[in-house]
């Protein structure tokens, strides 16, 4: 499902790919013609595993559960269905999909339409950061489907922009991540707006206990789909952690830039002020690239990812804000700038590479003070990641002990 070069959201594997033969195909999921046409049109005729195993339960009216690492295919897999259920019933307000940020709302929104292509469902977006009225025309003039954060989703019901009295489908996307950034009370209270008698996907890279909380309140008899292991890693991306002083991060970042085979590079700083100091030094050494954070505007941040995604530049610098919900084919580099505080951090960080199969690099820049929260990281992942030294920036041997 991962973004492909137009706007929406790759559902599967293309044709022509080479992966094993034995995945079945869409046309065996019972998806509706309609929805396999505007699949087919996209170049794809398999779906990766948690689709094949989330749609045809979400097809028959099941609560649903689906767990899986980043980049696997998670969008796709309720998308999917929602369209196909919502093709041929009323025109009103009928699902709802709640998400952690704008700009994972923004590709849902994309992915929706492209796979609705033709059949006259309506979506729209809402989220924070831009004015509500273009958001209150749109919704006061009928939508099928409402892709929304909390935070902006309360703002519309306040004023009575939206109702949900036919709901028919909630999806939480990135629920732990929503759970992560102190959502749990707006889920609460937009929940408590929904009809009772619906049906619930909840989708979600990891399964924290406040996830199985939530699941337990709002899911009803749920189905587990669980692809891989909950807090694995993708297998599709090679790790490797650089020993460096914190004061020449900076130089070494610029050598590695200089001296890898990288179109797009992703880079994670812990602070806003970081990620700023972060893109002068690599702009002073030659290096395009630009900085995502929540100090910046919604419209500098979707300029940002229209230069990422374009070519235009090739290194965005950001903070946790862009470890989920960024779909952006080709990412070949992950770079942690500082180790995340979280062990499940480095697991979405490192999601933005590597996806739909592709490979990827992660490499992580750990100074001395970071060494204890890599090995909590090694310990999650289940595995060793392994240094490497470069002459001139290692502080020493300790690192790897």
């Known amino acids: ?50 689709q094949a195993e989330a749609i045809p339960l979400a097809l028959k009216g099941r609560d649903l559960i689906g767990l899986a690492q980043t980049g696997t295919g998670k969008t796709a897999a309720f998308t999917l269905p929602m369209v196909d259920r919502l093709l041929h019933g009323p025109r009103r307000t009928r699902a709802l999909v709640l998400t952690p940020t704008r700009e994972l709302a923004m590709q849902v929104e994309a992915s929706v339409k492209l796979y609705a292509a033709g059949s006259g469902l309506e979506a729209v977006a809402v989220f924070g950061g831009v004015p509500l009225d273009p958001q209150e025309k749109k919704l006061r003039a009928g939508v099928d489907i409402v892709v929304a954060t909390p935070g902006r989703l309360i703002d519309h019901l306040e004023r009575q922009n939206v109702v949900f009295d036919d709901l028919e489908i909630l999806v939480l996307d990135e629920a732990d991540r929503m759970l992560d950034m102190g959502f749990a009370p707006q889920i609460n209270r937009i929940v408590a707006q929904l009809p009772s008698y619906r049906q619930t996907l909840l989708f979600s890279a990891t399964m924290p206990p406040e996830v199985e909380a939530l699941a337990r309140k709002y899911l009803r008899r749920p189905k587990v789909v669980q692809i891989g292991r909950r807090s694995g890693a993708a297998n599709t991306v090679t790790h490797a952690v650089y020993p460096v002083p914190r004061e020449r991060k900076s130089d070494l970042l610029v050598e590695l830039l200089r001296g890898v085979n990288s179109e797009t590079v992703l880079v994670f700083t812990r602070t806003k002020h970081g990620a700023d100091k972060v893109v002068r030094n690599l702009e002073k050494a030659g290096i395009r690239a630009t900085a995502m954070h929540a100090d910046k505007s919604q419209s500098q941040r979707t300029r940002a990812l229209e230069e990422f995604k374009s070519g235009k530049i ?63 990281i090694e310990r999650v992942i289940g595995a060793p990641i392994p240094r490497i030294s470069v002459p001139g920036y290692d502080f020493g041997t300790a690192a790897a002990d």
């Open 314 to 376: 090739n290194v965005l610098v950001a903070t946790d804000i862009a470890q989920r919900g960024l779909d952006i084919s080709g990412i070949t580099h992950v770079i942690n700038y500082d180790v995340p505080q979280q062990a499940e951090d480095y697991v979405h960080r490192i999601g933005r590479t590597g996806r739909a199969a592709s490979t990827g690099d992660a490499f992580t820049f750990m100074s001395p003070d970071e060494i204890a929260m890599v090995r909590t």
């Open 1 to 50: 499902m991962e973004q492909s070069s137009n706007a929406g959201q790759e559902p599967g594997i293309r044709a022509d790919d080479p992966r094993d033969e034995q995945v079945p195909t869409f046309e065996a999921l019972g998806l509706a013609p309609e929805v396999l046409d505007a699949i087919r049109a996209q170049g794809y005729e398999r779906p990766t595993p948690i």
